[in-house]
């Protein structure tokens, strides 16, 4: 692996983001619930959303929404959906991308990042737990709500 960059989405990324792969069984996790009913609440001056290259391949994809007005409180700072290609996972893409997610909930000024996931094997929970998320609540569809506060 050379060195991890983050960049904008953009034209020349976003067909490569498109065909990021999962390992099966992973598909069902990456859209709770609770994401399709928050799809109302966001909107484009909100996302914030990045590619993660190593050199000029496509290793990842990771999106957030901050917003200080967002109901319920746990949409107002929260990782909304990260993927690592199936044949780069396990080798810190993931950590990378959630450590600038939270230099960039920082820079905003908030003080905590969420997230909301399904339990489940094959699924992320033992990866955000690794990378500090603690669990602090559930949705009113038996997802987790997890947390790290800075
Ligand atoms: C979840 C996901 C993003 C993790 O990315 P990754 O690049 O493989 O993770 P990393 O290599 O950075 O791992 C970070 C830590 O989590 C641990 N970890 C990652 N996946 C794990 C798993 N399935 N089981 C146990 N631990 C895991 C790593 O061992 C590492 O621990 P360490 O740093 O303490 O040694 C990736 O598996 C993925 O894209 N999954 C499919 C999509 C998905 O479910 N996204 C989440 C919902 S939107």
């Given at each position: 692996?050379?060195e991890l960059r983050?960049?904008e989405?953009s034209?020349d ?6 065909t ?9 996790f ?12 966001v909107n ?8 993660v290259l190593?050199?000029s391949?496509?290793?990842g994809?990771v ?5 200080p ?7 107002r ?5 990260i993927?690592?290609?199936a044949?780069?996972q396990?080798?810190g ?7 600038a ?7 905003r000024d908030?003080?905590?990042l969420d997230?909301i996931?399904e339990?489940?094997?094959?699924g992320?929970?033992?990866?955000f ?5 603690s669990p602090?609540g559930?949705?009113?569809y038996?997802e ?5 506060r800075f």
């Amino acid at each position: 692996m050379t060195e991890l960059r983050l960049v904008e989405l953009s034209a020349d990324t976003i067909v490569q983001v498109n065909t990021l792969s999962l390992k099966p069984g992973q598909e069902q996790f990456l859209a709770p619930v609770s994401y399709g009913i928050a799809a109302s609440v966001v909107n484009p001056k909100t996302t914030w959303q990045r590619v993660v290259l190593d050199g000029s391949e496509v290793v990842g994809f990771v999106s957030a929404n901050f917003d200080p007005e967002a109901a319920p409180d746990y949409f107002r700072s929260v990782l909304w959906r990260i993927n690592v290609d199936a044949d780069e996972q396990r080798r810190g893409v993931g950590r990378f991308a959630v450590e600038a997610l939270l230099s960039e909930a920082q820079r905003r000024d908030f003080d905590h990042l969420d997230v909301i996931y399904e339990a489940g094997e094959g699924g992320p929970e033992a990866f955000f737990h690794r990378v500090g998320f603690s669990p602090v609540g559930e949705t009113e569809y038996g997802e987790i709500i997890a947390e790290i506060r800075f």
